[in-house]
């Protein structure tokens, strides 16, 4: 059992305002019996007590809203720009600073195409449909996938 700082807080928060709450009635019900005078001292003491209860009970408000805000937005990189579609068969030129994965991802997407006759919009709906079912992965994998898929088929 894993321990939560957050809730042992709130826990302690609340017994302290449950002692808080029982002083008071204390105090109150001896106040109330004549057994206390009424004085300053008795009034700055039942004042208190009743403040910090509204405090505590304030901060477990605060607690309760923490554990229940949603967590924050994940940073989710934006989308590559695509370039026009061309003819199925014309290499793009790279690009001076252009990493071998992006050349990897370009013989992979050639190799698919070739496969279908040339067909690149079929090539990317079925890459679209993988992307869909498995859905955090890296561009390569879904090519690679989609490579397999078409292999198996033709079985």
């Known amino acids: 059992m894993r321990f939560n700082r957050l809730i042992f807080i709130a826990t302690l928060i609340l017994c302290i305002a449950i002692f808080a709450a029982v002083t008071l009635g204390y105090l109150l019900s001896h106040l109330i019996r004549g057994f206390l005078p009424v004085d300053i001292l008795t009034f700055l003491i039942a004042l208190f007590l009743l403040v910090a209860i509204v405090l505590l009970i304030y901060g477990l408000f605060l607690f309760n809203r923490r554990q229940q805000s949603p967590p924050p937005p994940l940073i989710v990189p934006p989308e590559p720009i ?3 579609v061309e003819a199925p068969f014309i290499r ?6 252009q990493s071998s994965q992006n050349s990897d991802e370009s013989e992979l997407q050639s190799q698919l195409i070739s496969m279908l006759a040339g067909d690149r919009a079929a090539a990317e709906r079925l890459v679209n449909r993988i992307k869909q079912n498995h859905p955090g992965r890296a561009e390569n994998w879904y090519w690679q996938r989609a490579i397999e898929q078409v292999k198996r088929d033709r079985l």
Do not use: D, S, V, Y
């Open 82 to 84: 695509e370039l026009p």
């Open 92 to 97: 793009r030129r790279k690009i001076p600073g």
